[in-house]
């Protein structure tokens, strides 16, 4: 029997320690129709691990057109794998986006309104102190339903991580870099029927990368004025 149940426990204690928790809370502000911002701050964790990152964000959107805005994001964080908060320069880093939503839906004038169907195509940099200036290209694509006199609204999603320059060859003659695909990122759960202006979200999901599978559970709130 303890053959059998010691490598269970080990087994639950790994897979709990894998798992990451992350919990962000934002403020948007809408100026028009056509603008609005949105502030963030996040935490994340492994279970087990401790403390990974902390970060501030701001993004900008502008509709273009109906079912097409464009957007552009700045995230600081801190960055650490351990049980503690320190902070150092090395651990900073910086983050740009630049990209483009589509709600499919909209565009097209197709389905209820209660259903949104959208795609996120997003390019990005990441910038920190000893480290290769990161280059991805991210698209994401997701869709939600507004459960009608019901407390949860299910959404689902799934987004694709291209790295521009993952590898750097240097050779006597030429310097060569090729890209790669170095994380999928699936989230499915659902939103929170809250009080007017509030967003609430409760997700699960799965990051699969190069050094393997973790899964993930996210909280999110929101609040727009």
């Known amino acids: 029997m303890k053959k059998i149940i010691i490598p269970l426990i080990c087994f639950a204690q790994m897979t709990f320690a894998q798992t990451g928790l992350w919990m962000n809370a934002g ?9 609005r911002s949105q502030f963030d701050i996040g935490y994340r964790q492994n279970l087990g691990l401790g403390f990974d990152r902390i970060y501030l964000d701001a993004s900008h959107q502008v509709s273009i057109y109906d079912g097409i805005s464009i957007q552009g994001a700045y995230r600081l964080a801190l960055n650490e794998k351990g049980d503690q908060i320190r902070l150092r320069t090395d651990l900073l880093s910086h983050r740009v986006q630049i990209g483009f939503k589509i ?57 694709h991580f291209y790295r521009w320059n993952a590898s750097v060859v240097y050779t006597p003659n030429d310097v060569i870099v090729t890209g790669a695909t170095t994380q999928w990122r699936y989230f499915f759960g659902a939103a929170v029927e809250l009080p007017k202006n509030q967003e609430l979200k409760l997700q699960f999901g799965l990051r699969n990368r190069a050094n393997g599978t973790q899964s993930l559970a996210r909280i999110s709130y929101s609040y727009q004025f």
Not at 27 to 35: D, N, V
Not at 124 to 138: D, E, L, P, Y
């Open 27 to 35: 403020l948007g502000k809408k100026w028009s129709k056509l603008q």
């Open 103 to 159: 709600s499919v839906l909209d565009l097209l004038d197709l389905g209820p309104k209660r259903l949104t169907l959208n795609w996120a195509s997003i390019q990005q940099w990441g910038m920190q102190a000893n480290q290769t200036t990161s280059s991805i290209w991210r698209n994401k694509l997701s869709i939600a339903y507004d459960l009608k006199n019901f407390p949860l609204s299910p959404c689902l999603s799934a987004e």
